[in-house]
């Protein structure tokens, strides 16, 4: 039996609304498209997924693309850069330009994966506080105040100098860290979702919780929390860097933070080899921006919540009437 | 809820949110793969001597009584033994906070100021490009790596302004006596630079934060309102949005303590700075359990103070909550 | 009629939409407040009567384009835009906004917001304001020694009645009341409506009342003017639109207001109106109607004066359009 009741009910003419306050869930197809139109019309959303489209292009491709190997020594420790490497080299003698292409590996895989742990717990999290309420709820919001107070980085660091250095546990610690933003937006959206006409109908005509929760809510909430995701692969990736920066990182991987830190360790700076210190940065900042910039971009579309604004310093026009009216 | 029922609520709150920190610490490095006693801690180590040192750290006892013995230390401020030096940890900590305290002080000092400048303005000048630069200059900073701006502000800015970029004060500087005002400049000298890196960055997200929580305070039908009553566009972003936006931005402020202490960490590392981050980065790589332990629950605590005190804030600022 | 204090003189409102469209929000409207008249502004949702009244203020944001004129004591206060309307906001012209809950900023005390327009607009200040604060609330029914408090600490009524005490501050000619009962319960909504009564006749204020409550527009207004997508479709006495319509909008939207006593059905207005991003031919209503004929469709129906200041846009009116179309 389907829940979803066709659109064109008749009711008594309702002066308080033009409409009729039966809202039927938007089909997936029109949310995927919303997301694309969103990348498309806002100039920091296109400018967000294109940058990040390259990055993993250069990640997946580089073999190919790297024009020497990442471990391999083509010259002196901090050689500077000329016409067959353009950054110079680092302080094992390996090409930068060919390290960067590598690193962005890392920096994606972890920002993927720990994002992602982060929506699994956050989302899930959300969805259940928000859609049974009551004692549920308020557990698991009083969790997640705890987490939200604690200082994630120290406590990220902490964890991390016990657990252990491999890439699988630096996203789990991430990701398990920082998953109390996302629970709290998709609890929010999940409350006034459930308010819903067609939601309280589904129900009425006996769909069970899970059926609720799968077939009316999720599709709904999915949209944010895409957007939610990519902010938080922002997050991630800086993680990771400060992880490696504190000697944290996978050692085996080569990553942009590790470049930094190594940069830091092996005396760049007093060996003025700036390129092998702002390149690592340059390329982490631009992809942190990247997903900031189409996370929000994507986020203001999708939340309901920022409204019209009453004030602004520019003003509504004057249009002169054709014709119509005489002289004053 | 009346006024006193709130700071009670409150406190409570604060006090278990500590107690869960505790525990949280206690959890993780008790709970970690082998404990103090194996690994590269004790390599050569007689069987008697790993015995002798489990029974004096208590760790042949049950993980529950564990817990309690912990619990009874920390009441006494014993926070354990230093396993680099042997010496307690909590007399080690006071001195590099003194240290931390006016330097993240001084940046985040910076960067509310500026952030909320900035972060008015371009709500108030919504669209024009006042504050799409705002916006793109906020994201800008937001994005960057703390310690590799910390870098960058050694490699580029330090020799520019001549500015140290080590320590936090100049060596040879004591040996001449001077007064303290000679004292305190090198201390500010010193203090510059890292301070800079956190206000930056935090700048970046505080902008953002200000921008946000004003556009949504100018949706409110009260601005509206005020417009009607022919208060001028600057009047009303002063006297009404800002005041209401004053709450949100107070909670959001408070609850980015938590990644400035980590900032610290980072900043204090690449500036050889000694302060608590400094502190705790050394036992990172010393692998001082009790040292990192120690750390982490100075600066746990410190922010969840932080945010008890803006609790407090917000039961002044907002006349609602005394309803 | 009188020389009216208040003309709105063939407005448009338009609002920027993406992709380049446009909402044509308020379509040409025009009517005229005396003095002292309470004048009742009807329609559904979405037709444009809460746009007009801002308009009048000019109070819409910068996607907004006017065209028309608003007439003030015989000056066009819209003839250079928000520069020509400010001046007069609260001073000449004062509104109550729908959910006068949320009018009010929650931290500051409902007194310093009663003074705020005194201050502003240099009528009052300091001890003189709170003065006038206190015979304002006075005035509307709230005792002055609220003025220290809070908006949370108002019932829903009583703010309502601050508002009021609020838009008077500056003792303007015109008073715009946007739903100014919805959302109270009955006796409240009663003493609402008898104070705005009161208030009219005691200070000889006008008033344009906008709802969507028929009975309240019955009971409480001397003329109206029915709305439809933007367009004013029905103007004049309240009684004459209630006994003798000129419109078939307004027919039915009487005949739906269920009748506590009656037993027969309510009837229904079936659909919605039309959209106003884009040009309608013929008349808007014609969709909807029950007694649509041929020219309906594909002839838009101007305002027909039907006697003693009664006008209609229906083309049932026009004895030359039936003949034709028979």
Redesign the interface.
């Known amino acids: 039996m389907s829940a979803e009741l066709p659109a064109a009910v008749s009711q008594p003419a309702d002066l308080v609304r033009a409409g009729d306050g039966y809202d039927a869930p938007p089909p997936a197809r029109r949310t995927r498209l919303r997301i694309w139109k969103v990348i498309r019309e806002q100039p920091m959303a296109t400018f967000g997924a294109v940058v990040l489209l390259l990055v993993i292009l250069v990640a997946i491709f580089a073999p190919a693309l790297a024009p020497y190997g990442p471990r391999e020594k083509v010259g002196d420790v901090y050689q500077p850069p000329d016409s067959s490497h353009w950054l110079g080299l680092d302080d094992g003698g390996v090409d930068m330009v060919t390290l960067l292409m590598y690193g962005a590996r890392v920096s994606l895989i972890v920002g993927f994966a720990a994002a992602a742990v982060a929506m699994l717990v956050g989302g899930a999290v959300g969805v259940l506080s928000g859609y049974f309420g009551g004692k549920t709820d308020t557990l698991l919001m009083r969790i997640t105040d705890y987490f939200l107070v604690i200082p994630d980085v120290p406590l990220m660091i902490v964890v991390a100098a016990i657990w252990g250095k491999s890439l699988k546990n630096i996203i789990l610690i991430i990701g398990l860290i920082y998953w109390t933003s996302t629970a709290r937006l998709i609890r929010s959206q999940v409350k006034s979702i459930r308010e819903r006409v067609y939601v309280k109908r589904a129900r009425a005509l006996g769909a069970g919780n899970s059926r609720l929760i799968f077939k009316h809510v999720m599709p709904q909430v999915a949209p944010l929390l895409i957007a939610n995701t990519v902010l938080m692969m922002a997050i991630a990736i800086f993680a990771e860097t400060a992880l490696a920066f504190l000697g944290l990182g996978d050692p085996q991987k080569i990553s942009w933070g590790l470049l930094i830190e190594n940069a830091f360790a092996r005396q760049a700076i007093s060996l003025d080899a700036w390129w092998a210190i702002v390149p690592p940065g340059v390329c982490v900042a631009v992809l942190i921006l990247a997903c900031t910039m189409l996370g929000t971009a994507l986020e203001d579309s999708l939340n309901p919540r920022l409204r019209v604004g009453h004030l602004s310093v520019r003003r509504f026009r004057l249009r002169p009437l054709v014709g119509r009216m005489d002289a004053e | 809820m009346t006024g006193s029922d709130y700071i009670i609520k409150r406190t409570a709150f604060a006090v278990v949110t500590v107690f869960v920190a505790i525990t949280l610490n206690f959890i993780i490095f008790r709970a970690a793969p082998g404990d103090a006693v194996t690994g590269e801690r004790c390599r050569n180590c007689t069987k008697e001597f790993k015995a002798n040192l489990r029974k004096e750290l208590g760790l042949d006892k049950s993980k529950w009584e564990q817990y309690v013995i912990y619990i009874k230390q920390l009441a006494h401020g014993d926070l354990g033994y230093s396993f680099e030096d042997k010496q307690p940890v909590a007399p080690q900590l006071w001195g590099p906070l003194k240290n931390t305290l006016p330097m993240l002080a001084l940046g985040t000092a910076f960067s509310i100021v500026f952030g909320i400048l900035t972060g008015v303005v371009a709500a108030w000048r919504r669209g024009t490009f006042w504050d799409r630069s705002s916006v793109l200059v906020g994201l800008g900073f937001y994005s960057l790596p703390t310690q590799w701006l910390g870098l960058m502000l050694i490699f580029f800015v330090a020799p520019m302004l001549s500015l140290p970029s080590s320590g936090i004060s100049d060596p040879f500087l004591e040996f001449t006596d001077p007064g303290w005002w000679p004292a305190l400049v090198d201390r500010l000298k010193h203090m510059v630079l890292p301070s800079a890196t956190i206000g930056l960055v935090i700048y970046g997200e505080y902008t953002l934060i200000v921008r946000s929580a004003m556009l949504e305070t100018l949706g409110e039908d009260y601005i509206l309102t005020a417009r009607a009553k022919g208060l001028a566009t600057w009047t009303i972003v002063r006297k009404h949005a800002l005041r209401n936006s004053m709450l949100p931005i107070t909670t959001l402020i408070f609850l980015s303590l938590g990644y400035i202490v980590g900032g610290a960490i980072l900043i204090e590392s690449v500036f050889n700075y000694p302060g608590i981050g400094l502190l705790t980065y050394d036992a990172v790589f010393a692998k001082d359990y009790p040292i990192m332990q120690g750390a982490f629950l100075v600066l746990t605590v410190s922010v969840i103070f932080a945010n008890y005190v803006a609790d407090l804030l917000y039961f002044r600022l907002d006349p609602r909550i005394t309803e | 009629m009188t020389a009216p204090v208040l003309e709105a ?2 407005l ?1 409102v ?1 609002f920027d939409l993406p992709d380049d469209r446009e909402l044509h929000a308020v379509q ?1 409207v025009s009517f005229g407040l005396a003095p002292g008249e309470r004048f009742g502004l009807v329609g ?4 444009g009567k809460t746009t007009t009244i801002l308009g009048l ?13 608003v007439v003030l004591e015989g000056e ?1 206060i ?5 520069s020509s309307v ?2 007069h ?3 000449d012209i ?2 109550i ?1 729908q ?1 006068a809950m ?7 005390t409902i007194g310093d917001q009663i003074a ?2 005194m201050e ?2 240099g009528i009052s200040e300091g001890d003189a304001a709170r003065q006038r604060v206190g015979e304002l609330l006075e005035m509307v029914g709230i005792s002055r020694d609220r003025a220290d408090r ?1 908006p ?2 108002f019932s829903g009524g009583m703010r309502q009645r601050a508002a009021i005490a ?1 838009a008077l501050a500056c003792e303007p000619k015109v008073l715009l009341a946007d739903e100014p009962t919805t959302a109270l319960d009955v006796m409240v909504q009663a003493q609402i409506l008898q104070l705005l009564v009161s208030l009219t006749h005691d200070l000889g204020l006008a008033m344009v009342l906008v709802t ?2 028929l009975p309240l527009v019955a009971q409480v207004c001397n003329r109206a003017a029915v709305m439809y997508a933007g367009e004013i479709v029905e103007q004049g006495e309240t009684e004459t639109l209630y006994h003798d319509p000129g419109h078939p909008y307004t027919r ?2 009487f005949a ?1 207001t269920p009748d506590l006593y009656d037993e027969s059905n ?5 659909g ?2 039309p959209r106003l991003d884009r040009e309608i031919a013929g008349c808007p209503f014609a969709p909807r109607c029950d007694r649509t004929f041929d020219p309906c469709p594909t002839v838009h129906p101007e305002l027909r004066d039907l006697g003693a200041g009664h006008t209609a846009a229906c083309h049932l009116n026009d004895p030359a359009m039936r003949a034709a179309a028979s």
């Not at chain 3, 203020?57 to 004129?69: D, K």
């Not at chain 3, 819209?78 to 928000?82: L, T």
């Not at chain 3, 949320?102 to 500051?108: C, D, G, L, Q, R």
């Open positions: 003189r063939d448009h338009w040409g559904e949702s979405g037709c203020m000019g109070l819409l944001p910068p996607t907004a384009s006017v065209a028309g004129q066009n819209m003839a250079r835009g928000e400010a001046p906001r609260w001073k004062a509104m906004f959910g949320n009018a009010f900023n929650p931290v500051k705020e327009p502003v607009h809070y949370h600490e609020m969507h409550d039915l939207l739906a309510v009837t229904s207005i079936p919605g109106p």
